[in-house]
């Protein structure tokens, strides 16, 4: 089976950085690209990032460029996603996905930016 469990949310003040994991397993995670898609409450799904198979440099949505990075490691099957000058308007539960797939998400995280 597919499992996707994304780790590492919690309160954080604005300004504030928070870095987040999602654990792969159950498919050859180094043939996909991964996404990161967030979703606040009462709002519909909005992608984040995607990174390719090999790694590099992730593509990324207008209201995060610049604030956030993404990377995996392929020998580890962990995606990552280092998120640095949070917002309030980031508080969302975050979750991974193969590819840009919203519908593979497993476990989400909350992340709370609130001062």
């Known amino acids: 089976d597919v499992q996707l469990q994304a780790s590492g949310g919690g309160e954080v003040q604005p300004g504030g950085s928070l870095r987040l994991s999602c654990a792969a397993s159950g498919f050859a995670f180094s043939d996909y690209t991964m996404s990161w898609f967030r979703q606040a409450p009462g709002e519909k799904p909005e992608w984040v990032s995607s990174?390719?198979?090999?790694?590099?440099?992730?593509i990324y949505a207008d209201s995060v460029k610049g604030r956030f990075t993404t990377s995996r490691d392929n020998a580890k099957n962990t995606l990552y996603l280092q998120m640095d000058s949070l917002k309030p308007e980031d508080t969302a539960v975050y979750y991974c996905?193969?590819?840009?797939?919203?519908?593979?998400r497993g476990q989400g995280t909350l992340v709370t930016v609130s001062s």
């Open positions: 990174i390719g198979r090999a790694g590099g440099t992730g």
């Open positions: 996905t193969r590819q840009s797939d919203f519908g593979s």
